[in-house]
């Protein structure tokens, strides 16, 4: 069984590290916390202000906040949705990711009408990042019926003891998940505080909502270790036969309020009346309660994959599958014990172990010909024999430069492989061609050209790749390489005759076989003293020649 919120490798997974918490019987003391107290700064209320622009203050080493930034308009109180705030905020972590400095000297001038330095100046960016030029309302204990914490939604900014201000990103439950600046002098998304904790030590809640505004979050009840905690995109993972509660917030409280649960996708992620879901088949399902009355309504993204026996099982169906398809054998027991656990931990995908048995050194060993491997590779690949058309074309492709890795690549990216891999729920992945000839077929089949027209022989592997790389690099014109080719040791060896040499010139710069008026007048410039280097610049120079040119794209 695997339930977990979805962690990514982009900026929006946090890996939270130890730092202070300011809230008590979590690690740090009061004294410590004191360094970290802000340096409030009242400035005038008349205006009201837009996010300022940011500059990086190299020698300190951290983000400076400036002041000066243009003036706007105050409106009225957010009227968002929480997951729209949530989502909000969320977009600004790259920016300020976990880990960034962020102490006392760091000043933020809100759109609310004032500065302040340290935590609650990054408490007010982020509520700025969720609700722009929205009013404010400062909830102090009289303000409120019942505890703090049933009074706070997601985007408001907490003070607690010790003078810390933290922003609320997510409402679970039996706790709260915040962004916060001035935590040792950090930036750190993803704290967990208690619902104990902030009842028993807020001071008072800087909201942006208005007194009638209701809101309603949902989350799966999970739960989260105090120091370290995913936030990202709503999204969880679970596995068939999985079940998880979602709770269901609504703020201000309504005892009487009648939630509706849905499901985008019943048929892998199924949800109960009381908000349990419940992994039915491998899929997306978007899971939404709704309070109809007040036209509220919050989102939660569900992934469901098949448990983890049956994933198991079908990747060893699919190394079984290569085993059989491409060494043409059953499988061994120390192959068994290695590719399935490879592609299970997602170390590998299709694409990198159908290369480990594509060249291994079994296969290599079988010293296979062209149109063997594309049978081979038809069969693995597309799951299928080669037709004759296909063949072919493959063929063709290889008899002109272009390597086995080129045409292995074809096979794994093509839509067959990729429905092939998603039916054992595997990765399909990509192949990364390396080879310079590899990179652009129509250059690789004008130098083979030259190959064959010139020196009369397809060209080797090296000089394919560095005649490619040296056009690539635009070390040299097309004309240049062709020069090359005719004023080669090699192509001088052949001691060919005026007739011959001129014949040759005929099939590589104008492609096509001589005429006997233009032989002649081609001979009798060489019999009267005209260099070969000279008759060569005539055919370079020609408009058959550049029209060869432009049909490879170069």
């Known amino acids: 069984m695997k339930i977990n919120i979805k962690r990514k490798t982009c900026a929006y997974a946090v890996l939270l590290g130890m730092a202070c918490s300011c809230f ?53 109180y957010s009227a968002i949705s929480s997951d729209e705030a949530y989502d909000r905020m969320i977009a600004i972590m ?163 309020a009648t939630i509706q649960w849905t499901s985008s996708n019943p048929d892998a992620v199924e949800v109960s009346s009381d908000g349990t879901i419940t992994g039915k088949s491998a899929g997306i399902a978007v899971i939404t309660a709704t309070y109809a009355e007040a036209g509220i309504s919050s989102s939660y993204e569900v992934a469901c994959e098949l448990d983890y026996a049956t994933r198991y099982a079908n990747v060893q169906s699919f190394v079984t599958r290569l085993y059989e398809k491409c060494l043409d054998r059953e499988p061994d027991e120390e192959g068994m014990n290695t590719w399935p656990d490879i592609l299970m931990s997602k170390k590998g995908t299709g694409a990198s172990v159908a290369k480990g048995f594509v060249y291994s050194k079994e296969y290599i060993g079988k010293n296979v010909s062209d149109e063997e491997y594309l049978n081979m590779l038809y069969r693995v690949f597309l799951d299928r024999e080669a037709d004759a058309e296909g063949l072919d074309t493959w063929l063709g492709l290889m008899e002109q430069g272009l390597s086995r890795d080129y045409v292995f690549r074809g096979f794994v990216q093509s839509p067959e492989y990729t429905n092939i891999c998603q039916s054992y729920g595997i ?18 089949r004008f130098v083979n050209r030259l190959y064959v027209y010139v020196l009369g022989r397809s060209g080797e592997t090296d000089g394919l790749n560095d005649w490619c790389k040296a056009l690539q690099n635009r070390l040299y014109t097309p004309v240049q390489v062709g020069d090359f080719f005719v004023l080669s040791e090699e192509f001088k060896a052949k001691n060919l005759s005026d007739e011959e040499y001129i014949k040759v010139l005929y099939r590589a710069y104008l492609g096509r076989e001589y005429d006997e008026e233009g032989l002649n007048t081609w001979l009798e410039l060489l019999q009267s003293g005209t260099s070969r280097e000279t008759v060569l610049r005539g055919f370079t120079n020609s408009v058959e020649f550049e029209k060869i040119i432009k049909s490879f794209g170069l």
Not at 194 to 214: H, L, V
Not at 227 to 233: E, L, N, T
Not at 428 to 444: A, C, E, H, I, S
């Open 427 to 444: 990765e399909r992945g990509t192949v990364t061609l390396t080879q310079p000839r590899d990179k652009n077929p129509n250059m690789t």
């Open 94 to 256: 790259p920016e300020y990711p976990t880990g960034m400095t962020w102490t006392n000297d760091n000043y933020y001038k809100w759109n609310c009408g004032w500065g302040a330095w340290g935590c609650m100046g990054f408490a007010h960016l982020v509520s700025d990042a969720a609700f722009g030029n929205a009013g404010l309302r400062t909830l102090y204990k009289d303000d409120i019926n019942g505890d703090w914490f049933d009074a706070i939604r997601v985007g408001d900014v907490v003070r607690v003891p010790s003078n810390h201000s933290v922003t609320v990103l997510r409402i679970c439950d039996d706790y709260v998940i915040v962004a916060e600046g001035n935590a040792s002098g950090k930036v750190r998304w993803g704290r967990v505080i208690s619902k104990d904790d902030i009842n028993s030590n807020c001071q008072y809640i800087e909201t942006r909502y208005g007194a009638d505004t209701q809101t309603i979050t949902i989350s799966p009840d999970l739960w989260y270790d105090y120091w370290i905690a995913d936030v990202g995109p709503r999204s969880l993972e679970i596995e068939t036969g999985d079940t998880c509660r979602f709770s269901v917030r609504i703020t201000p409280a309504n005892g009487n």
């Open 24 to 76: 008590t019987g979590i690690q740090s003391s009061a004294d410590e916390l004191s360094e970290d107290a802000d340096m409030y700064a009242a400035t005038e209320t008349d205006a009201y202000y837009n996010i300022p622009d940011i500059t990086t203050d190299t020698d300190a080493g951290y983000v400076e906040i400036g002041e000066e930034h243009e003036a706007g308009l105050l409106l009225a």
